[in-house]
């Protein structure tokens, strides 16, 4: 995975709360096993001409800054394809369906959580820059930065930091742990056997 | 130190603690589907990683699969090489697929309980937001996106940051026609579609606790439209009774045992909880979502709410509606009754109950997919084929059909359609398409009436 430390580029607004996976990637509109993930991006939204990433200063946005609860929905990670796909590697939130962050993390999209005072600065001024200037997400500083104001502070879990800093596979993480796994099963086919065997007892 | 049975259950599947924080937690049965297996596989194989443990890995096809009787592979066309690709790679794997044509295939929330593949106690996993179905049988479970499916493939753990507990206690009776369904959607509508985020949600109290097996799958199915990625119910001896003998449950000392253990499966008298909510129970009625988000809900007596801020403005347009107009009376153009939320035989049974000797309005088009193809088989054997056929109701092959629309089967633009689904997300049972979300006896109702009614008038024949 790709390690995420800066990312510079347009912000696109789209101060809506509530988005969902079925809004950011409409996969009704492309049933293909290997589908057009650029294309699919908020594509029912972007039939109309105003929408904010048909707008020639987004085509290549970085950023996307939204509202509350977004990625709502389905657990579909096209979702997160969909956006890097665009270029987008991050999402400043006013929160994220708790999937839907899960599935940035395995991809290397930084999900911004802000609130209060700091979510409505950045707001404010993404929409006033209009794509004009380009803003910045420090993930070592855990900054935002860009014009109209000071530099933003923004918490995350260090855990979830660390594995974008480092573009951790995640899966090697756990086989770390192989050997504990193996323990597990072993101490679980004692005490409770049934979990450890899924047998259908008519074959 | 008293325990929630989340708590219990997180224990005991907790199998080290990554340097990251991260808790490793194991994970008993995983069910894929048709959407997700190919690509995970794909991405197994290109990194070279066996699967873990096939033998305790399930698959199924029901998200592209076509629900025409005499389907085959390519009766949705799109959804072929969805159902190839899950074929080969199972059979690369020694995974046991349900597959097109297999006397047992279906919505794996709805197969992976009635076989007995979900045990109270147990962790699930399933590639799909609404794996939370199988806590109705205690059973602690998770949905899970792409990357999450490759994971539980290669080492049979997830890797899962610890939510916080929030209970939520149901008091009081359900009413005549006042099912799970309505009482999820209440609870929706109470705390919010982000509502339980971050949290895990066992459902109690005594409504909680009146409901059947069934009911408590319906419940809990619902729980990722208030945020939350997992919702369960304590076993008790209901649940005990309805898991004896299915054919993937333990048998004979081994389900003793078992039984022994989840006698256990309770939270402790003072245990707690980050969060509680109650529900009162007693003066619901039916329900059905209004709007585009599943929180957007109002008992059928009631009126649309008037617009009380631009989302709710853009959801009345979307749904063609002005504002405090009466709900009951809206007329309908399409019904259906299936998916994971509400296609089991129980389900099936009360909207035949609403059905039977009565016609679907003319102009609606009205369609039942059972759950699996074995509630079909159940289904016919009781002669509900019959009494919806007879009505005017389409019925279907199992699968996930009009729920997300994903095999082809959608509703008409500007149609309003009364559904028993869990989304009424803008465009999800088709472009532009109306969705009211509603219990199968509510929808059974609106098809015979032509417009939303209260079952109960319906019934009484004052409707
Ligand atoms: S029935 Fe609908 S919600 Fe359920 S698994 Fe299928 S598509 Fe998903």
Redesign the interface.
């Given at each position: 995975m790709t390690p995420f430390t800066t990312l510079t580029g347009a912000a696109a607004p789209l101060l809506?709360?509530?988005i969902?996976t079925?809004?950011i990637a409409?996969?009704?509109m492309d049933?293909?096993?290997d589908p057009d993930y650029r294309a699919m991006l908020f594509r029912?939204q972007r039939q109309d001409a105003g929408f904010v990433l048909n707008r020639p200063q987004f085509q290549n946005a970085a950023i996307l800054v939204a509202g509350?609860?977004f990625g709502?929905?389905?657990?579909?990670?096209t979702a997160?394809w969909a956006l890097t796909a665009w270029g987008i590697r991050c999402v400043v939130a006013r929160?994220f369906?708790?999937?839907f962050r899960?599935?940035c993390l395995?991809?290397g999209v930084l999900p911004l959580e802000l609130d209060g005072a700091g979510a409505d600065a950045v707001a404010a001024r993404v929409a006033a820059a209009d794509g004009a200037a380009p803003f910045t997400v420090d993930l070592v500083a855990q900054t935002i930065s860009g014009p109209g104001g000071p530099d933003v502070h923004f918490d995350i879990?260090?855990?979830d930091r660390?594995?974008l800093l480092e573009g951790?596979d995640?899966?090697g993480?756990?086989?770390k742990?192989?050997d504990?796994?193996a323990a597990?099963?072993g101490r679980?086919a004692t005490d409770?056997?049934?979990?450890?065997?899924?047998?259908?007892?008519?074959r | 130190m008293p325990q929630t049975l989340f708590d219990k259950i997180w224990q005991?599947h907790l199998?080290?603690k990554?340097p990251?924080?991260?808790d490793?937690i194991?994970i008993?049965?995983h069910v894929m589907h048709d959407?997700h297996t190919?690509h995970a596989l794909a991405q197994l194989e290109k990194?070279q990683?066996p699967v873990?443990r096939p033998?305790?890995t399930?698959a199924t096809q029901d998200h592209?699969i076509a629900s025409k009787p005499g389907r085959d592979d390519t009766t949705n066309p799109?959804?072929a090489?969805?159902l190839r690709?899950t074929r080969a790679g199972s059979a690369r794997h020694g995974i046991?697929l349900f597959d097109l044509g297999d006397p047992e295939q279906g919505i794996s929330h709805v197969v992976a309980p009635e076989?007995g593949?979900v045990?109270p106690?147990?962790t699930h996993a399933v590639?799909?937001?609404h794996?939370c179905t199988v806590g109705g049988l205690g059973a602690l479970a998770f949905?899970?996106?792409?990357?999450?499916l490759?994971?539980v493939l290669?080492?049979?753990?997830l890797?899962l940051?610890r939510?916080r507990r929030m209970r939520v206690r149901a008091d009081g009776r359900l009413g005549t026609q006042v099912t799970a369904k309505d009482l999820a959607l209440r609870i929706i509508a109470e705390i919010g579609?982000?509502g339980g985020?971050?949290h895990s949600i066992e459902y109690a109290g005594a409504a909680t606790r009146g409901l059947d097996v069934e009911g408590r799958l319906t419940l809990c199915n619902l729980t990722i439209e208030m945020?939350?990625?997992s919702g369960f119910v304590a076993p008790d001896d209901t649940t005990f009774q309805w898991l004896a003998g299915r054919?993937?449950?333990?048998?004979g000392a081994?389900w003793d045992?078992?039984l022994a253990?989840w006698g256990t499966l309770v939270s402790d008298a003072d245990a707690e909880f980050d969060r509680e909510v109650a529900i009162d129970c007693a003066t619901l009625e039916p329900q059905l979502t209004w709007g585009t988000?599943p929180s957007q809900t109002v008992g059928v007596s009631a009126r649309v709410p008037q617009a009380a801020s631009d989302?709710m403005r853009r959801a009345l347009d979307y749904m063609g509606l002005s504002g405090g107009e009466p709900l009951a009376g809206l007329a309908v153009g399409r019904v259906f009754i299936g998916s994971c939320t509400n296609a089991r035989l129980s389900d099936l049974e009360a909207a035949a109950a609403v059905v039977r000797g009565r016609k679907v309005a003319p102009g609606v088009t009205a369609l039942v997919v059972p759950g699996s193809t074995s509630v079909k088989r159940a289904a016919e054997a009781r002669g509900l084929d019959d009494v919806f056929r007879s009505a005017g109701f389409l019925w279907g092959e199992s699968g996930c059909s009009m729920c997300?629309?994903?095999n082809g089967d959608?509703g008409l633009p500007q149609e309003r359609c009364v559904s028993t689904t869990n989304?009424n997300?803008?465009?999800?049972q088709?472009t532009a398409v109306r969705t009211h979300l509603a219990s199968p006896a509510t929808a059974a109702a609106a098809a015979i009436a032509g417009h939303i009614v209260d079952v109960r008038k319906l019934m009484a024949g004052a409707a």
């Open positions: 809506l709360d509530d969902n079925d809004q409409p996969q009704q049933r293909r096993l029912r509350r609860n709502c929905g389905s657990a579909r990670e997160v929160g369906a708790d999937i899960e599935n395995q991809n879990a260090p855990a660390m594995r951790l995640d899966i993480l756990t086989l742990h192989a504990d796994i597990w099963e679980t409770q056997p049934w979990l450890q065997s899924a047998r259908d007892h008519r | 005991s199998v080290a990554r990251d924080g991260r490793l194991y008993d049965r959407l190919p990194k990683r873990r033998d305790l399930f592209t799109e959804g090489p969805f690709a046991r076989l593949m045990l106690g147990a590639p799909d937001s794996a949905g899970c996106g792409a990357s999450e490759e994971h290669a080492t049979q753990v890797a940051r939510p579609v982000a985020r971050g945020g939350a990625r054919p993937f449950a333990p048998q081994a045992r078992a253990h988000d989302g997300a629309g994903g959608r989304r997300f803008e465009n999800r088709g």
